[in-house]
């Protein structure tokens, strides 16, 4: 898997001060998409072991408390990202347990794939739903446009 983008320290992408993953790789191609650089899945970085080793270490830094993981992109739930997405989310429930993790994803979630779902019992929020530019809302908090829903898992 390859991403975008690390933000150690983010209080924009979920609730209170956060660490944010923004993933390679999307096949929605939402019409208004604000992040279109990041849809071909070989854009950006390697995502490799020193990565979830900063994301870790940030998430366990006790000078800046961090509430929780965010993560978006691109979709963390395509296919190609899926089994880096589920190990991630997995060390960060064992080393990290009372962070929370959100994710958001275009793919609406009664439609998800048996290896989608898997990923669902490591995360606490999913964010699901494609950006729907005629029903967009920017007052809406953590969404872009209402069809989106906020799942508590
Ligand atoms: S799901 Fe997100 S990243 Fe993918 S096309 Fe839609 S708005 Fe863009």
């Not at 072991?49 to 978006?72: E, F, K, N, T």
């Amino acid at each position: 898997m390859n991403y975008h983008q690390y933000f150690p320290i983010d209080v924009v992408n979920g609730p209170g001060t956060r660490v944010t993953l923004f993933v390679s790789g999307c096949e929605h191609q939402c019409r208004g998409c604000y992040n279109q650089s990041t849809w071909d899945v070989r854009s950006g970085h390697l995502f490799d072991s020193v990565m979830v080793d900063r994301i870790i270490a940030d998430l366990s830094d006790q000078r800046i408390v961090r509430r929780g993981l965010s993560l978006s992109g691109g979709d963390p739930l395509l296919p190609a990202n899926l089994d880096t997405i589920l190990a991630l989310v997995k060390r960060v429930k064992t080393e990290c347990p009372s962070k929370d993790i959100w994710l958001w994803t275009g793919y609406v979630f009664d439609e998800l794939s048996d290896k989608q779902r898997a990923v669902l019992p490591y995360i606490d929020v999913l964010v699901d739903g494609k950006f729907e530019q005629n029903l967009a809302d920017p007052s809406l908090m953590f969404r872009g446009s209402s069809n989106q829903i906020i799942r508590l898992l």
